[in-house]
Structure formats: structure tokens, C-alpha cells
């Protein structure tokens, strides 16, 4: 078990993929191939499904998630080439306002990015969903009146980064010295209890955010329609009610980066490992790559944790007891 919870922790925790893998043993005068790697990170991916499916329960019992997705190449078997698949993060982070329960990540494979894949990964979620301004997660929020959206304001501030880095648009750098003036109010308190947040937020975030969307309408007004700047201010006015959420409820955040930060080891594994091999490959990454990023974001050895977990999965840990086995 600690020999191919090694192999799972070089792939999906330090994203060496098996034919890499295979290169290093070879050098220490051991002959494993690459395929044999690959099988005992299939097995071992079947394996953990039942303690990632109770994750994604305990997670979806949470009163707000982050969710963000991104791109990840498969193998489209019949074809010789590659498909773009998703992989979708639902995240938990309640350290920003002092929550009880440990941070945690479940991620879900999809073959597309359409809305029905969070209709159907998210139809029985109630509460907060942070995320960005993406079309799916509106449809979402109309089919399932249990789920509340609120927006991210870092997404508003990347459109006006990329403006202002020309050092040709005043308008943009007068925005981003406003956001950060919001920003700089919410470290001033990171941990405090919702209650002491939400007060805050009232007497000194409110008046800031009120007059920064009153300023934007105002540019709005004197730009040509079709502008750079325009378009992103539009982007901001037209997610203002989602925006402003955080200033009623002390447990949302300003932005969806709790989401963003777990997706990020994806992009080093899609650098180099190219790709997933077809969508079941997408599927076996998804759940390994659940408990490798929620032990990184617990402070958990995660090759401790599936030398562990392994082995009493297989010596029949009964079902029952799956809570016992989460990476927290």
C-alpha cells in the first residue's frame, strides 16, 4: 500500500506522470513499466471513490461553497487525438470568518462545461455559492431557488488590470485603487466571526462599494459603447446584486479565489501530463486529486494519509465508518 501510495502522490500531488515516474525507478536499478503504474493508480483511484462520494455529501451540507472549473484534455478513444473535458471544484473554506470545519475540496469530471453538468453536480445544494459570472452558474441559481450566487469581485478587478497595464487608462487605475481600498478593509479582520464581518462591512465597505458602482454608471455614460473599458464596467454593473452580497453576510468572501487556488495544481498536471486518458481517466483524476488537495489544505502528509487509507480500505473498512477516513 505505501509503494502505490507513493506512486499516486508522485502523479497527483507532485505531477510526475507515469512514464516519468518509470525513468526515476529505473535509475535505482528498479523495472517497473509505466503501464503497471498507471493500473495501480486506476486501482487505487476505484478504490478511495466511497470516501470522495462522502466528502462531496459532507461538503454539500456546508451553508456556502466556492465552485469554479477548467479545462482538462482526455484522450477521445476511436479518434487518435484529444477532447476537451472539465474538471469542476467544490470548495469549503470557512477559515475567513472562523469556521469549525476544515477546509476541503471535491472535484467532478465532466465532459463539457455546459449548464447541465452544475444542474446536475449541484441540484440538491442549499445555500451560498461563490463563484464568477459565468452563464451556468445564473442558469443554476434559476433552476435551484435554494442556491444563492454571489459574485467575485476579483474577476472585476482582473478585466481593469489588463486595461491599466497600456498606462493608458486613467479610468481603470482609479478603479483598482477603489477595490483595493474594499480589499484593504477586509484583511483588517480575516478570522473574525461573521457577525463582527457583516458589522464592518456595513459602516465601512458599504459606502465605498455604493460610491464605486455610482462612479462606474457615471464613466459608463461618457464611453463609447464598444470600448474596452465599457465593457468591463458593464461586466461590473451587470453583476452588482451578486457583488454587494457580501455586505449582508459575513461568511461570504469577496472573491471566488479559495476555488481558483484548488484548480491551480490542475494546470501543472495538464502541463505535464498533456492529458487524462478518456473520460474515466478524467474521472479517476477528479477523485484522487479530491483527497490530495484537501490534505495539502489541512497540513496533511498526503503520502502518510494514503498509505493509511489504503490499507484499511483494503482490509474491508466497513462503510459506516468513511468519516473516520477523511484526510482532515
Not at 82 to 92: D, L, M, P
Not at 144 to 163: D, K, P, Y
Not at 177 to 196: D, K, M, V
Not at 206 to 229: D, H, I, M, N, Y
Request: charged share 25%.
Amino acid at each position: 500500500e505505501a509503494t502505490v501510495a507513493h506512486v499516486l502522490v508522485s502523479r497527483y500531488a507532485d505531477h510526475l506522470p507515469p512514464y516519468r515516474q518509470a525513468q526515476l525507478l529505473a535509475r535505482q536499478g528498479i523495472e517497473i513499466s509505466r503501464a503497471i503504474l498507471a493500473d495501480w493508480c486506476g486501482t487505487a483511484a476505484r478504490e478511495v471513490v466511497p470516501v470522495v462520494r462522502r466528502m462531496h455529501e459532507i461538503l454539500f451540507a456546508s451553508p456556502r461553497l466556492f465552485a469554479d472549473e477548467t479545462a482538462m484534455p482526455v484522450l477521445d478513444p476511436g479518434r487518435g487525438q484529444t477532447k476537451k473535458g472539465f474538471a469542476w471544484a467544490i470548495v469549503r473554506d470557512d477559515r475567513p470568518w472562523g469556521g469549525a470545519d476544515p477546509p476541503a475540496v471535491v472535484f467532478h469530471y465532466a465532459p463539457g462545461r455546459g449548464a447541465e453538468y452544475p444542474k446536475a453536480l449541484l441540484a440538491d445544494y442549499h445555500g451560498i455559492l461563490q463563484c464568477d459570472g459565468y452563464s451556468a452558474y445564473k442558469t443554476l441559481a434559476k433552476a435551484n431557488e435554494g442556491i444563492t450566487l454571489a459574485f467575485c469581485w476579483s474577476h472585476v478587478r482582473r478585466e481593469f488590470i489588463e486595461l491599466a497595464q497600456s498606462k493608458a487608462a486613467p479610468i481603470a487605475e482609479e478603479i483598482l485603487r477603489r477595490i483595493a481600498a474594499i480589499y484593504a478593509i477586509e484583511a483588517e479582520f480575516r478570522g473574525q466571526p461573521p457577525e463582527i464581518r457583516q458589522g464592518i462591512r456595513q459602516v465601512r465597505s458599504r459606502p465605498l462599494v455604493e460610491a464605486l458602482f455610482t462612479w462606474l454608471a457615471a464613466q459608463l455614460a461618457r464611453l463609447p459603447g464598444g470600448s474596452p473599458t465599457a465593457q468591463a464596467i458593464r461586466y461590473a454593473l451587470n453583476h452588482r446584486e451578486g457583488l454587494c452580497r457580501f455586505l449582508d453576510d459575513g461568511r461570504i468572501d469577496l472573491d471566488n479565489n479559495a476555488a481558483e487556488r484548488a484548480i491551480r495544481p490542475l494546470c501543472l498536471s495538464r502541463k505535464n501530463a498533456l492529458f487524462a486518458s478518456g473520460d474515466d481517466g478524467g474521472t479517476r483524476w477528479a477523485s484522487v486529486a479530491s483527497l490530495v488537495e484537501t490534505c495539502k489544505m489541512n497540513g496533511v502528509n498526503p503520502q502518510r494519509y494514503f498509505t493509511d487509507l489504503l490499507t484499511r480500505l483494503v482490509n474491508g473498512w466497513p462503510n459506516e465508518r468513511l468519516d473516520e477516513l477523511m484526510p482532515w
